[in-house]
Nanobody, 121 residues
Framework: QVQLVESGGGLAQPGGSLRLSCAAS????????MNWARQAPGKGLEWVSG????????DYADSVKGRFTISRDNAKNTVYLQMNDLKPEDTALYYC??????????????WGQGTQVTVSS
């Protein structure tokens, strides 16, 4: 069965960095785009970033563009989110999300359980 397991969340200070990882199993990882989404307390789900199946294309929400970088290692079935210059408004539960396509279509079929990121001084 499909499993997506996030890790790397935690507490960071404003201006700090964190790197999230998502280990995938149960499907042919290199065939599908992968995404990160987040949900802040009391707010709706926000798509953050996506990466093509072969890593050749990436996309970002305006709120994180220039600060976050998505990448993947298809040999390790893992997708990453490097988060720099963190802001308090980045505080959220971050989810790893499998796309239905090889490009970033934002049509999802599987989600991880999430990893908490808290940005506070």
């Amino acid at each position: 069965q499909v499993q997506l397991v996030e890790s790397g969340g935690g507490l960071a200070q404003p201006g700090g960095s964190l790197r999230l990882s998502c280990a995938a199993s149960g499907f042919t990882f290199s065939d599908y785009a992968m995404n990160w989404a987040r949900q802040a307390p009391g707010k709706g789900l926000e798509w953050v970033s996506g990466i093509y199946s072969d890593g050749s294309g990436t996309d970002y929400a305006d709120s994180v563009k220039g600060r976050f970088t998505i990448s993947r290692d298809n040999a390790k079935n893992t997708v990453y989110l490097q988060m720099n210059d963190l802001k308090p408004e980045d505080t959220a539960l971050y989810y790893c999300v499998k796309d239905r396509a090889g490009v970033v279509s934002r049509e999802y079929d599987y989600w991880g359980q999430g990893t908490q990121v808290t940005v506070s001084s």
